[in-house]
């Protein structure tokens, strides 16, 4: 594993690999529609042998093997042991689903083996970025295709900011990471993402936006609760102890209010949609 990607490893095997278990069910209902719109954007994937990076628990290792079909099959690979073995739970009895425990961006995959590489949210973690992509391309056959699904910009995703600006109130919260660094919004720069892909050789990148508003079914309280541990001050706020959490999970719950439509917390999100082929 790649010495530099340690505290990403680190913080996905421990903490937030647990709550990103904790909070499967509701993670994965919400997440349905961008695995959706990416099958979308792959087309006919039948008889193809696809890689998922930063799987996870799996929900869209097991899309890709859906599409695949019985002729073709979906490895997932992902650095977070405790998600793994989630991932290999929900795979049981499936002959077209593995995983590998590893760091994608040094990962010693046997050349040339996939068609299809895919990520939902699980490529935007790497110290170095281009590094990762080079090695991706080696494991690709010529022609291969991508789709990864990440973030806009924070400004643009009000399910992000409006947590954000009610927990600033109560946490300091850290910078935004430099351009480039390891973080949700690391592929926000569509013009730095493509200099990145094409200096690993992939062509034809483009970067169609993704608009899609995200559901959070129950009380603007339950949906407050959901979006602080997920942010960037859920740490911040578990570690400040007292009843500062709850103070903040009420004060951003008011600011849903207006958000609430028929018993669904609503929030816009905007991401990319990155396609590229193997040159
Ligand atoms: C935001 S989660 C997305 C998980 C999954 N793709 C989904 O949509 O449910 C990011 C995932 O990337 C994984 N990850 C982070 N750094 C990684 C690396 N260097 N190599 C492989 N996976 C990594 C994490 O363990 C985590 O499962």
Known sequence: MAEANRDQIEFWSTTQGHKWLRLEDRIERMMTPFTEAGLAALGDIAGRHC????????????????AAGESGSAA?????PPLLERAWQRAKGRRNVCFAEGDAQDYAFRDET??????????????DTPAALANLRR?????ARLVFIVWREPRENPWVMIPVSAAKAFVELPPRPAPGEPSQFQWAD?????????????????FEPLDIALEMPGTPLEAARFLLQMGPGAALLAEAGGDLAERAETALAEDLVPHLRNGAVILDSACWIVSATAA
């Open 76 to 80: 997932g690979i992902d650095v977070s």
């Open 114 to 127: 996939f068609d299809i590489l895919f990520s939902r949210f699980g490529i935007m973690f790497f110290r």
């Open 190 to 206: 569509a013009e730095l993402a493509t200099g990145w892909l094409e200096g690993a050789g992939w062509r034809d990148c483009r």
């Open 139 to 143: 494991a690709c056959r010529p022609g």
């Open 51 to 66: 890689l998922d990076i930063g799987c996870g628990a799996a929900g869209t290792t097991l899309a890709l093997a859906d």
